[in-house]
């Protein structure tokens, strides 16, 4: 069984949707849980993390978290073509040393 | 500031050559780490480096050797790669924020091995 799990992509949504990525995980002791954008040729880009149960806002991204299903998400609200990338979960699951990252979810915005 | 810095950006090697990957943080954080990526696959950790020593070894082949000669700075020495090798390494650090660690990237650099 994978660790981090992630929807499988391609995921499309139009411009001005909202965009809804997944991601689940499989050691209950895990503390941080993190989300990262990485455009093609470029290196994954910290956009979100969130360490409780419940949501967390960042401009157009809210990240929710629920450790009792081991699940968390991010959605992007206003889905503009910039945010055309792929979505790498990752879950620190030991002492602040490891982290674990999932398949990612590659995401395109339709203009 | 979040920087972390890698150089070469681009590198070539032949199956024989030795060269060396360097990586720089200025930001205080305590862990660093390398990671090899290959296209459409997540970064995959090679090493961790914990106060300057090596804390973890994803049973990484001996041909890549990490150094981690101060808290700022983080190498991995090459010999002997595989065409199998050419991917992106990606240098990271991490630090503790209020509720937990938080891990930022460095730029990678593009190795071929031909």
């Known amino acids: 069984q994978k660790e981090v799990e992630q929807n499988s992509g391609p995921l499309s949504v139009p411009e001005g949707a909202i965009a809804s990525l997944n991601c689940t995980y499989s050691?209950?002791?895990?503390?941080?849980f993190f989300w990262y954008r990485q455009y093609s040729g470029k290196s994954p880009e910290l956009i979100m993390s969130i360490y409780s149960n419940g949501d967390k806002e960042d401009g157009r991204f809210t990240a929710q978290l629920n450790k009792a299903s081991q699940y968390v998400s991010l959605l992007i609200r206003d889905s503009q073509p910039s945010d055309s990338a792929t979505y790498l979960c990752a879950v620190n699951m030991r002492y602040g040393q490891n982290f674990v990252f999932g398949p990612g979810t590659r995401l395109s915005v339709l203009p | 500031d979040t920087e972390v810095t890698q150089t070469p950006k681009h590198l070539v090697m032949g199956m024989t050559n030795k060269k060396s990957l360097k990586c720089e943080q200025h930001?205080?954080?305590?862990?660093m780490y390398w990671y090899k990526q290959k296209a459409k696959k997540p970064p995959e950790l090679m090493f961790v480096?914990?106060?300057?020593?090596?804390?973890i070894n994803e049973s990484v082949p001996s041909r890549f050797s990490p150094e981690c000669p101060n808290s700022s700075l983080l190498n991995l020495h090459l010999h002997a790669l595989q065409p199998e090798d050419s991917a992106l390494y990606l240098c990271?650090?991490?630090?503790?924020?209020?509720?937990?660690?938080?891990?930022?990237f460095g730029p990678g650099t593009r190795l071929t091995v031909t």
């Open positions: 480096y914990s106060y300057e020593k090596l804390s």
């Open positions: 050691d209950r002791v895990s503390q941080s």
């Open positions: 930001m205080g954080h305590r862990a």
């Open positions: 990271a650090s991490s630090q503790e924020a209020r509720d937990g660690y938080e891990q930022y």
